[in-house]
């Protein structure tokens, strides 16, 4: 279908001028999905009959002289998020039943905004996967090569973006969420700086929509081009209207450059606890010889940049000590007593996992105050540059591994294996501290699979990393259809 691979801005253009209408839309992106869906497993509950009548709606509501944000374009939605009339189970077959009664407040938004809902993409199990699959919907396929992962959480999501179903999405990054599908999938994301965008209704059932803060985690846009991110996010962004009892809306400060000759970028290919394939590490340097080339200031090193070791581990144990916040108090004292048994001189990712998952009140305060150190680290590296270029994962999409054990899991880099894990490092490098991070296409490998990088950009200047994200767009090209 000829409009199934526009843009959102492109669309939205053609919508303005007459050109096409949005049930044609919804129509070619149905027609699209059904087609070539059951190869890839993207939509894993379809809303085609509400996506007919939201077009209907928003065509009559142009030939009114109405034109909100996304009025009439088609969009996808992570399964993660509320939706009233459809499941949300995040892929927990014992919550395969769960209807919440309202929309989270992001599909707010996004209705609110004009947009056109298809249904809902694929998630892992709880989320808590770099790979897409459950036992209530089955198993997300690349749609570059079908035998690997589309890549997890939001894999559902990129996959859908990358073979046409619909312009836009939203998903959500605790561990890369965002942003390995992108980079797998060869689209775009952004992981917005921490607490920009409200996330009620984005909680595991069947707990009900609260307004909490995050400690790491995320909602943001998916796209195939850069300018979609931008304009999806102000959508997206702003706190909840139930903390501060009245609509807010966010001016996020302009991007400190309007062309690559004004940025200052470092660039980072090496982690001290992973290996970077050979595939990312030339998706990188494409990056990074763009800017050269443009004129920007790239360096390869800073000793303003916190210590990559450390970020790590500390992240490593924020992150899974929320994992085990809900289990039985017996299994939380196996976890106790296994992770005093640690030597003190183990300061691999495994024991940082085991000893996060035993934090107490008092170890987790004392990790945050080392966070905030953290964070005037990156506050004195970004008065000397203006992004970070490195990897997201250390390769590009690898084969479906569906061992239950995620543990015995092993990713192969160029022939060495690593605990699966681990893999989450250089995701978690934005993570921590909540920095803004956009994942971005910087070409294939040799084996034809996409590879992405992220633009690591300072808090709350999302607008940083989003404009050099378009900028290297029309230096580098951006998204290619599956071949």
Not at 257 to 267: T, W
Not at 277 to 297: K, M, P
Not at 359 to 386: M, P, T
Request: a negative charge.
């Amino acid at each position: 279908m000829q409009w199934n691979f526009q843009s959102a801005g492109q669309l939205a253009v053609a919508l303005r001028a007459g050109d096409v209408s949005s049930v044609e839309l919804t129509e070619a992106a149905i027609a699209g999905i059904e087609r070539d869906d059951a190869a890839i497993n993207a939509i894993c509950v379809p809303d085609f009959d509400r996506a007919w009548e939201a077009a209907r709606r928003a065509d009559q509501a142009r030939a009114r002289g109405e034109d909100q944000a996304l009025l009439g374009i088609p969009v996808t939605i992570k399964e993660s998020y509320n939706m009233a009339g459809l499941p949300t189970t995040w892929g927990i077959p014992q919550h395969r039943e769960f209807m919440p009664a309202e929309d989270a407040v992001q599909v707010s938004r996004l209705k609110a905004a004009g947009a056109v809902v298809l249904g809902k993409t694929n998630v892992p199990f709880g989320l808590q996967d770099v790979q897409t699959f459950n036992a209530i919907y089955g198993t997300t396929n690349n749609p570059w090569e079908h035998g690997r992962t589309s890549g997890g959480s939001s894999g559902g999501s990129a996959a859908a973006l990358a073979s046409g179903f619909g312009a836009l999405s939203i998903g959500s990054d605790l561990a890369g969420s965002l942003r390995t599908p992108a980079h797998f999938c060869g689209i775009y994301a952004h992981k917005p700086t921490l607490g920009l965008a409200a996330m009620r209704g984005m909680a595991p059932p069947p707990a009900p929509a609260l307004p909490t803060e995050a400690d790491l985690a995320v909602v943001g846009p998916m796209a195939r081009t850069a300018g979609d991110l931008a304009l999806l996010l102000d959508v997206m962004a702003g706190p909840d209207p139930l903390t501060l009892g009245v609509a807010h809306t966010v001016t996020l400060p302009p991007p400190r450059h309007q062309a690559l000759g004004g940025f200052r970028v470092l660039v980072l290919e090496d982690h001290p606890f992973i290996a970077t394939s050979a595939a990312v590490r030339a998706g990188v340097n494409r990056v990074a010889d763009a800017l050269v080339s443009r004129g920007s200031h790239v360096e390869r090193h800073s000793p303003l940049l916190p210590d990559l070791a450390e970020a790590a581990t500390l992240y490593t144990q924020l992150l899974f000590s929320g994992s085990v916040a809900r289990f039985p108090v017996d299994a939380y004292e196996q976890l106790r007593i296994r992770a005093a048994g640690l030597s003190p001189d183990d300061q691999s990712l495994d024991a940082a996992r085991l000893r996060g998952m035993a934090l107490s009140h008092r170890d987790w305060i004392e990790l945050n105050n080392r966070r905030e150190l953290h964070r005037h680290g990156w506050r004195q590296l970004f008065g000397q540059f203006d992004a970070v270029v490195c990897p997201i994962t250390p390769t590009p999409a690898f084969g479906h591994d569906h061992n239950p054990d995620l543990l015995e899991r092993r990713l192969d880099i160029d022939g060495v294996e690593y605990p699966y894990f681990d893999q989450l490092v250089w995701a978690g490098l934005a993570t921590m501290p909540g920095l803004p991070a956009t994942a971005i296409p910087a070409g294939q490998s040799a084996e034809g699979l996409p590879v992405g990088v992220q633009l690591i950009g300072p808090m709350f200047e999302d607008r940083t990393p989003l404009r050099l994200a378009e900028l290297l767009e029309q230096r580098i090209g951006g998204f290619q259809p599956p071949t």
